[in-house]
């Protein structure tokens, strides 16, 4: 079936520090594939999204790029804030018309550290 | 445009009492969608609405759960006999009306933390 891998956590990095969170997915066919993000005490909001091979997305100085060869979407930022800890969410969405669920990946927590 | 609103965002129930959680969707948006994240767990699907239709509701318990979307007022999701195991938050998301496709976006509200005692 249909499924989504992380990096377990928790990730501590030091502010300024390079950010990886990767992201394996399973899935036949060609997902979407996104990243949310949490932040205490919130709801999730998407940060970024891919749609389909080689597509890069990007948002807030985060990057992923949807590597069909890899079968990854793993999330980067070149210089991580204090702003950034928060629980990061990788999913997909397998289709369109009536199959719209997201599937998600468990979430790797992030904190970033002045 | 307010964004997607659930309430309330922190219920209380004891073992047996009933749970009624509720998401107005963002305006303009007629497919809602719930989701649940038990405590050290990502989120699973539960079911996938549209106004007055359940269009999948492959990740919902069985029993004593139950989803609507009603043509006027919000989502409700309703938990019947509640046990500790539900205890959990649980989020709404909604999207636009679309014929589907690969661009559309789910926006999620800001949850509803169930506690069961």
């Known amino acids: 079936g249909n499924s989504v891998t992380q990096m377990e956590g928790p990730v501590t990095l030091s502010e300024e520090a390079f950010l990886t969170i990767n992201c394996t997915y399973t899935a036949t066919g060609y997902p979407s594939l996104f990243w949310y993000v949490q932040y205490p005490g919130e709801g999730l909001q998407l940060l970024l999204k891919?749609?389909?091979a080689d597509d890069k997305g990007s948002n807030k100085g985060f990057e992923a790029t949807y590597r069909k060869e890899t079968t990854s979407f793993h999330l980067e930022k070149g210089s991580v804030q204090v702003s950034d800890s928060a629980v990061y969410f990788c999913a997909l969405r397998k289709g369109a018309g009536n199959n719209r669920k997201l599937i998600w990946g468990l979430g790797t927590s992030l904190a970033v550290n002045p | 445009n307010a964004g997607v609103m659930q309430n309330p965002r922190h219920l209380v129930r004891r073992r047996g009492q009933e749970a009624r959680l509720r998401c107005s969707p963002m305006?303009?948006?007629?497919?809602v969608y719930w989701y649940r994240q038990l405590p050290e767990e990502g989120l699973k699907f539960m079911v996938y609405l549209q106004k007055e239709n359940i269009i999948d509701e492959s990740g919902m318990p069985k029993e004593r759960f139950s989803a609507e979307f009603p043509k006027e007022g919000p989502s409700i999701l309703r938990i019947q006999q509640v046990v500790r195991g539900d205890s959990a938050a649980y989020f709404c998301a909604s999207s636009p009306r679309r014929t589907g496709g690969a661009q559309e976006t789910q926006y999620f509200g800001p949850g509803t933390r169930l506690l069961v005692l």
């Open positions: 305006k303009g948006h007629s497919h």
């Open positions: 891919a749609t389909k």
